[in-house]
């Protein structure tokens, strides 16, 4: 079962980085911080020649902007317009680009189509074929308080990262961009280029928790899967965060704990110092008041006292 493969691999990562120093558990490539017990220097070099499908789909999502959530969704999706039941569970081995060894690239190649891959990469570090054969690219963004308060607990909660001893550290940190996976804002301004394309879709996670159901409909719009309305019913209710913890044990094992906190619209304003708030404030307004994602991401909604 994939779900078992999964777990087997995490725990394999876990073991691997027991008992070894805050600064073995982190690696640079190309002046970006990467998880060193996921992360691989020829896995990147051999991410540059990856082949590409049209019909091939990418999750593309900061870190703790919902990557989780939504990859429950399109692997429900994809089981849902298989027509082969055995490949199903080939499918739902949702496949991170950036993690494990070069060689799963050449077993890629074996995998049935719909492909669905995901990534936390920056948008012009992911493989140049995505863009050039126009497979369909779905980015999720997040609130950048939510998501560093979220990230923050991550980090500390996980054994493959180093602790971080404070909240204030660690903010510092995110805002400077020395965190896995760089900067958010370097992020959201690069996906903001992007934002016309016709094979690029943006959600974000405020506007799934406003109304999961639609949220999931317009993902199936988008990937052209067409469904009846009881089975996106469904789908959404499997991806509420209470049926997704109930079962977190069972798909993710010993990561359950530390991917499933809270899944809160908020929850800044229990971490967050007013001098803070203003700071991030004052870095969304420089980066990306005034462009189309930044409207999207209804920064005075969600982040204003």
Request: with cysteine.
């Amino acid at each position: 079962m994939a779900t078992d493969s999964f777990t087997r691999e995490l725990d394999k990562v876990f073991d691997a980085v027991k008992g070894k120093k805050s600064e073995e558990l982190l690696v640079t490539y190309k002046g970006v911080l990467y998880p060193a017990g996921m992360c691989h220097a020829e896995t990147f070099q051999a991410l540059d020649t990856m082949e590409v499908r049209k019909d091939d789909v990418f999750l593309v999502a900061y870190p703790k902007c919902g990557t989780n959530w939504v990859r429950q969704i399109l692997n429900d999706l994809a089981s849902a317009v298989s027509k082969n039941k055995e490949e199903v569970s080939t499918v739902q081995l949702m496949q991170m680009l950036e993690f494990g060894a070069p060689e799963k690239f050449q077993k890629m190649k074996n995998l049935p189509s719909p492909r669905i891959f995901i990534t936390h990469l920056h948008c012009d570090d992911i493989p140049k074929a995505v863009f050039e054969t126009k497979a369909k690219i779905l980015v999720v963004f997040r609130n950048p308080k939510d998501a560093a308060v979220s990230y923050y607990h991550f980090y500390n909660k996980n054994p493959g990262l180093p602790n971080i001893s404070s909240w204030d550290e660690f903010f510092q940190k995110f805002m400077c961009g020395e965190v896995c996976w760089s900067s958010y804002f370097d992020h959201a301004l690069a996906w903001n280029k992007h934002m016309d394309e016709e094979n690029i879709m943006i959600i974000t996670y405020e506007e799934m928790k406003e109304n999961l159901h639609g949220g999931v409909k317009q993902i199936a719009e988008f990937l052209g899967f067409s469904l009846p309305e009881e089975k996106i019913q469904s789908i959404a209710d499997n991806a509420t965060f209470q049926s997704m913890s109930n079962k977190s044990q069972e798909t993710h094992g010993k990561f359950a704990p530390i991917i499933f906190r809270k899944g809160d619209v908020g929850d800044w304003k229990n971490l967050f110092t007013e001098d803070q708030s203003q700071e991030m404030d004052a870095k969304f307004e420089e980066c990306l008041a005034g462009t189309k994602l930044g409207a999207k991401l209804k920064y005075d909604k969600y982040c204003k006292y």
